[in-house]
């Protein structure tokens, strides 16, 4: 599986953007998904995840209410709506691939796709 991540840009504190990412390969709606995110001089942190179905997802506990994750197997896209960005969601976000449930741990995650960056000001 190849992902290709799009959609980061600079924005103002309060706005909202819409990532996604694009999958390749027939089996794409056999995989879970996931976004992860790594700010400068901080380790790689998860923002959610989705089950190959889309009927199961899991959030990192600041996100909840701000950032929804969905999927649309027909376009083997996987999308993160985030909105009321705040300064401190500025970070390059990542998506990932793996065949498990739902896992919340990026060694878990077998294919990454390269990054978009997101830049939120104050």
């Known amino acids: 599986v190849q992902l290709q991540a799009s959609g980061g840009g600079l924005v103002q504190a309060g706005d909202s953007l819409r990532l996604s990412c694009a999958a390749s390969?027939?089996?794409?709606?056999?995989?879970?998904m996931a976004w992860f995110r790594q700010a400068p001089g901080k380790e790689r942190e998860f923002v959610a995840a989705i089950s190959w179905s889309g009927d199961y997802t899991y959030y990192a506990d600041s996100m909840k209410g701000r950032f929804t994750i969905s999927r649309d197997n027909a376009k083997n896209t996987v999308y993160l709506q985030m909105n009321s960005l705040k300064p401190e969601d500025t970070a390059v976000y990542y998506c990932?691939?793996?065949?498990?449930?739902?896992?919340?741990?990026?060694?878990?995650?077998?294919?990454w796709g390269q990054g978009t960056q997101v830049t939120v000001s104050s």
């Open positions: 990932a691939a793996s065949p498990l449930r739902l896992p919340r741990s990026g060694r878990e995650y077998n294919y």
């Open positions: 390969g027939r089996t794409f709606s056999s995989y879970a």
